[in-house]
């Protein structure tokens, strides 16, 4: 893909290219001669802008390489202790320096003479940073990480002796989808109890964290830490008012067609009432879908969709083939999860997931690669900042490459295996958005009620289930069903961060839908949103991939409507 200069300034070579990101005493006197420069006109102001950007990439990118080695080992002592010390010494020092430059740059009388067009989206954003930034929260947000790296350590130490062995959670899925039903309870029951274990520490972690982000958000003059939150995302184009509205969406237009389904799923398995371990199971009676064995193969055969989509997307996939860019299998000490991890400074892309040979390891896969080639695409922006994009953008990256793969899929299945999993992914639309809406109403609820108790805390996640969730009998399982939030690691180590996968989700079927009528030029408008990175509104992102930035009840009806018919149209 071709790309175009960006800034008529020359690159920046400010910062050695054998600086070491992870030491503040290696940082520090550069952040400190970019604070005390002297602007003499706009174009010294772009200097420092390129400058920082920089700077910013080398600390970046070894923030990204301590967080990745903690999450790949978690029971890694030196690991743990590296990404800590960064989070305990380096991260405070990166925020003040931040907010200096933040506040140089947007007090400067020379940012209006920069082009707007291209600065634009970055002066708002900063101003924005500059309005919430508060010294005093700098030590609470410190302890509030320590506290989700505890979440994760906790998670990662989770395993069960099942068959004879001692397996991970990510490992225990595969049994859901078993046809032995008496064997689907003992697994999901295996991994409750071992989930109860640890129910109340997680509960405390978590109100640690709401009494610390309710303080945050008072510090920065905010009643509460869900509008606190919603401004520190920098959500300059939709509310939590239009949140809400995706709430009415999900409630009128998905949980109708996702009990509908239950009510199927529960006549074809001869049962009066779905239990928690019936919802994954095939109801054909056939084994569980095995896409792949390995990480290796799981690889070929991604990269031979991805050759087959586009030749260009085929070599960015492959690229990552080299230089420690992939960790891709289950074990014990991993952090839970996946995600992809853009490296700013050598602008290399790192996978991270949990495979276990199940299908949804192939759409994490797909739907990561989609993260990294968005990575890939904007790497040329010499602004740091504008090298990736808002949520709600980025997610549609990934969520559209799990659609856009389906022509491919035999590339892992059969024929019949492959409508399989193309029926087994739309229906599950009926229950994403759905757990999207919960998660996203739960954590509105929790952090403008900063006052309520456990109990009450159980009560509204119970209310939600209700509004929401499938129809099943948690009957003998309901201290289960009180904490199955304690699964989602965004409440966590993420606040807030959940709608944009809905939000993306509806653009994702939009790009599917351009797809289904022009798969090139689906193609072509997907690569040109994602080179734009961060560098135009929300909005105008959507836009130039042919998108529509909307998600209300109307929006979800109409696309969820083109689900229906391409399911009535696929083998049952």
Request: net charge negative.
């Amino acid at each position: 893909m071709t790309t175009h200069a960006t800034s008529h300034a020359p690159a920046s070579t400010f910062v050695p290219q054998q600086l070491d990101g992870s030491k503040w005493s290696a940082l520090e006197p550069y952040y400190a001669q970019l604070i005390g420069r002297t602007l003499h006109d706009a174009a010294s102001l772009e200097r420092l802008l390129l400058d920082r950007s920089e700077l910013d990439a080398a600390a970046e990118e070894a923030a990204a390489n301590l967080y990745i080695e903690m999450t790949r080992h978690t029971d890694d002592e030196l690991a743990r202790k590296r990404y800590l010390d960064f989070v305990e010494e380096v991260e405070p020092e990166l925020k003040k320096a931040a907010f200096a430059l933040d506040r140089k740059v947007v007090e400067c009388p020379f940012a209006q003479q920069l082009d707007q067009s291209r600065y634009g989206v970055l002066l708002r954003g900063l101003r924005r940073s500059v309005e919430l930034f508060r010294e005093e929260n700098i030590p609470i947000e410190t302890e509030i990480t320590k506290l989700d790296q505890k979440y994760s350590e906790a998670n990662g130490a989770m395993t069960v002796s099942f068959d004879g062995e001692e397996r991970t959670l990510p490992q225990m899925a595969k049994y859901l989808e078993e046809t032995d039903r008496a064997r689907r309870q003992a697994s999901w029951e295996a991994v409750s109890a071992r989930r109860l274990q640890d129910a109340d520490r997680i509960n405390d972690l978590f109100e640690e964290m709401l009494k610390l982000r309710h303080q945050v958000a008072l510090n920065a003059g905010f009643p509460n830490y869900r509008d606190f939150q919603h401004a520190r995302m920098q959500r300059f184009d939709y509310t939590p008012a239009d949140c809400e509205r995706f709430h009415e969406g999900a409630e009128k237009v998905c949980v109708p067609l996702l009990r509908k389904l239950n009510r199927e799923r529960a006549h074809a398995l001869g049962v009066a009432k779905l239990r928690p371990w019936d919802l994954k199971v095939d109801l054909k009676g056939r084994d569980p879908l095995k896409p792949f064995a390995g990480a290796e193969e799981l690889v070929d055969r991604s990269s031979a969709i991805f050759h087959r989509m586009d030749p260009e997307l085929g070599r960015m996939f492959d690229s990552m083939r080299q230089g420690d860019c992939l960790d891709l299998e289950s074990r014990k000490g991993k952090a839970p999860g996946g995600y992809q991890y853009q490296r700013q400074r050598s602008r290399r892309p790192f996978i991270f997931m949990n495979a276990a040979g199940l299908h949804r390891d192939v759409i994490t896969m797909v739907h990561e690669a989609g993260h990294a080639f968005h990575s890939l695409l904007c790497a040329h922006d010499p602004l740091v900042a504008y090298r990736g994009s808002p949520m709600e953008f980025a997610e549609v990256a990934s969520m559209s490459m799990e659609l856009l793969t389906f022509p491919y899929l035999e590339e892992f299945y059969s024929p019949e295996d492959a409508d399989r999993a193309r029926r087994d992914h739309l229906e599950s639309l009926s229950t994403m958005l759905p757990w999207i809406a919960t998660i996203d109403a739960f954590q509105h609820w929790v952090y403008l009620n900063p006052t309520h108790t456990r109990k009450d805390r159980e009560q509204y996640w119970v209310h939600l289930n209700d509004r929401f969730g499938a129809d099943a009998d948690w009957t003998g399982h309901e201290d289960s069903l009180r904490s199955m939030w304690h699964r989602q690691l965004h409440v966590f180590g993420l606040p807030f961060y959940y709608i944009e996968y809905g939000i993306a989700q509806l653009g994702a079927l939009q790009m599917w839908m351009q797809a289904k009528r022009h798969p090139a030029n689906a193609l072509g408008n997907y690569k040109k949103g994602l080179a734009l990175g961060a560098s135009q509104p929300l909005p105008k992102l959507f836009e130039a991939s042919g998108l529509r930035f909307s998600f209300g009840p109307d929006t979800m009806g109409e696309l969820m409507q083109d689900v229906g018919q391409t399911l009535a149209k696929l083998p049952a």
